[in-house]
């Protein structure tokens, strides 16, 4: 049977975490204002989504399809790159993936179908605005086709 840890290795493993975490927050504190600015992005393009996505659900309600729900997921530290962040929109296993990157680059993810490989993927630089727009638009439409496909 295996013994309780002594109180001294406990002391000495808090010890160890406490300082990699002082190392690895020093080499990262660099990238935090560019991390703010990207959440800052990825927080103005959720709610025109969200606010798209209202009059999307209505519609289909209105149209006789209440069952036409897309569920937006939050704003989060990105699954693959630690310095980005991302939401997801899903409707079963269809899914696609928004995500801003501290670099400056917005990237659209999708649609895919989870379980299958991601893609395709489109990358506009923040200042781009009008083509994030117009990206988005033909984005969102394809998810909403393909998540609604029986």
């Known amino acids: 049977m295996a013994q309780p840890p002594s109180s001294n290795s406990a002391s000495d493993l808090d010890s160890r975490l ?22 800052e992005q990825l927080d103005s393009l959720r709610e025109r989504i969200a606010s798209a996505l209202d009059g999307f659900h209505r519609a289909a309600e209105r149209a006789g399809a209440p069952h036409l729900r897309i569920d937006l997921g939050e704003a989060r530290v990105d699954e ?9 929109l899903t409707r079963g296993r269809h899914k696609a993936i928004v995500i801003a990157k501290s670099r ?29 727009t117009s990206a988005l638009a033909a984005f969102l439409e394809a998810f909403l086709e393909e998540a609604a496909s029986p």
């Not at 693959?80 to 997801?88: G, P």
């Open 18 to 39: 406490a300082k990699l975490g002082q190392t690895l927050g020093a080499r990262e504190s660099a990238h935090s204002a560019d991390l703010r600015a990207a959440r």
């Open 80 to 88: 693959k790159h630690l310095r980005a962040v991302e939401f997801d």
């Open 104 to 132: 400056g680059e917005i990237t659209l993810v999708g649609p895919f179908r989870t379980g299958k490989a991601e893609g395709p993927c489109q990358s506009f630089p923040f200042a781009s605005q009008a083509s994030i």
